[in-house]
């Protein structure tokens, strides 16, 4: 009898993986007992040192086994520059992408008033402590063009208006070796009306 | 009024996405001849979708659907038109629009009125006019697409016309009453209920009061459960107050 509800709670614990429903958690809880033991046992070990040992940086708010991720604690970086993105991928797909040697901070999502995410959700009184005690000059809002990244972005502005501080935003545009036939119209009216001056 | 089978080309906008298992959507759109329609779109999450950046709020298009019940599955996205770039105290009101459709309207309940209506609201909201009266304006007719309209022109106990200098008390489900300082109606000028009716608002005291009736009446039938883009718009507008 207890087995089988050691069983359930193993299902039932299984089903918190997104994508995971009913079925798959019953096929995974039983492949994990019958042929896979061991793995059972690291998988087990790596979640409960993982969920004690990562935290997020008191700095940028991204996932970091320090208190202040190694990204933030670099002296290297250029202080005055701050980056604003929505995931801890974004800030990878930037650091991989661009030169840019300044500090970022991670909202960890955005602003999605139909799923209840407001500011407080999204870390923005921790970005407001940031503004008073360090020494930013220009903040890069990197949130994703998206109807959702536009309000995030919009509200950040009006938050940083009164310090002084610039705001810029990524451009939007066409892909670099597209072609303009095959780009969807909302993104090329944006690049359009986005153009610049040669 | 369960969706067909098979729909082509139907005018709709997105209301909602939220993402769904790794490379897929869940939407909520509402359409012309369809009313509001829940639906999947698999596959748009991935680098080579043609359809990822077209499946946006406040986006004309025109999506093609199959199968019956709670959700069906996209088959087609294209374009309708150029989108509506609402940025700002625009979008937020565009989020709040959204939020009341998906709130009162019934999955698969036509309404093409309101479907133009909400149109018009949009652009004008993109175009940058007075969002207050915009919004009392579309909340006006969403109650009356609904079949909650709002008694603005005649008393409710007495049947007379109202007058602009005389103020009432508006009873929810019942109409404008004599002002009496026990009713549990909201108070407002005669004033306010005629030009809310010609869809005008010209002055402060109009919109205030209209501003403070919707929000009674839309609370009775949204329930408890508070909207979050009103949210949104109150902390912005602080911020925006105190920036200034």
């Given at each position: 009898m207890s087995a089988a509800t050691l069983i359930e709670q193993l299902i039932e614990a299984l089903r918190c993986l997104p994508g995971v429903g009913p079925k798959s958690a019953r096929r995974v809880a039983f492949h994990l007992l019958e042929r896979d033991r061991h793995g059972a046992r690291r998988l087990a070990e790596a979640l409960l040192s993982a969920v004690e040992g990562v935290h997020h940086c008191q700095s940028c708010r991204t996932l970091s086994e320090s208190p202040v991720c190694a990204l933030c604690a670099n002296?290297?970086?250029?202080?005055e520059q701050l980056c604003i993105v929505e995931t801890p991928v974004d800030a990878q797909a930037i650091e991989r992408a661009t030169n840019y040697r300044g500090l970022y901070f991670v909202l960890m999502g955005r602003l999605s008033p139909l799923d209840g995410i407001g500011p407080s959700d999204i870390g923005l009184d921790q970005l407001e402590k940031r503004l008073t005690a360090e020494p930013i000059q220009e903040i890069i809002l990197a949130t994703n063009p998206t109807v959702e990244g536009e309000a995030t972005a919009h509200y950040i502005n009006e938050l940083v208006r009164p310090r002084n501080i610039k705001v810029t935003r990524i451009a939007h545009g066409v892909p670099l070796g597209g072609e303009l036939e095959y780009v969807d119209s909302s993104t090329l009216s944006h690049a359009f009306s986005g153009r610049r001056e040669l | 009024m369960s969706p067909s089978h098979r729909v082509l080309l139907e005018p709709s906008v997105v209301l909602h996405h939220r993402p769904y298992r790794d490379t897929s959507v869940i939407l909520e759109l509402f359409t012309r001849s369809h009313g509001r329609v829940g639906a999947i779109a698999r596959g748009v999450r991935t680098e080579k979708s043609k359809w990822a950046g077209a499946l946006q709020s406040f986006r004309p298009l025109l999506i093609s659907w199959s199968g019956r019940g709670e959700l069906v599955n996209v088959n087609a996205v294209e374009d309708d038109g150029a989108a509506l770039f609402l940025s700002g105290v625009a979008l937020t009101c565009g989020f709040y629009v959204n939020e009341l459709l998906l709130r009162l309207l019934e999955r698969n309940d036509s309404h093409s009125d309101l479907f133009q209506i909400y149109w018009n609201t949009v652009t004008r909201l993109g175009q940058g006019d007075e969002p207050d009266i915009t919004l009392r304006i579309f909340e006006r007719h969403l109650l009356q697409e609904l079949g909650y309209g709002l008694q603005l022109d005649r008393c409710a106990d007495r049947g007379v016309p109202i007058e602009p200098d005389v103020r009432y008390s508006y009873e929810i489900e019942r109409g404008p009453v004599?002002?009496?300082?026990?009713?549990?109606g909201v108070s407002v000028l005669g004033s306010t209920l005629l030009s809310l009716a010609r869809n005008e608002l010209k002055n402060e005291t109009a919109r205030r009061e209209s501003k403070r009736l919707m929000r009674a009446v839309l609370g009775h039938y949204l329930g408890d459960k508070p909207l979050h883009s009103r949210e949104l718009m109150q902390r912005s507008s602080a911020l925006i107050t105190k920036a200034s």
């Open positions: 002296p290297q970086r250029n202080r | 004599a002002y009496n300082e026990n009713s549990y």
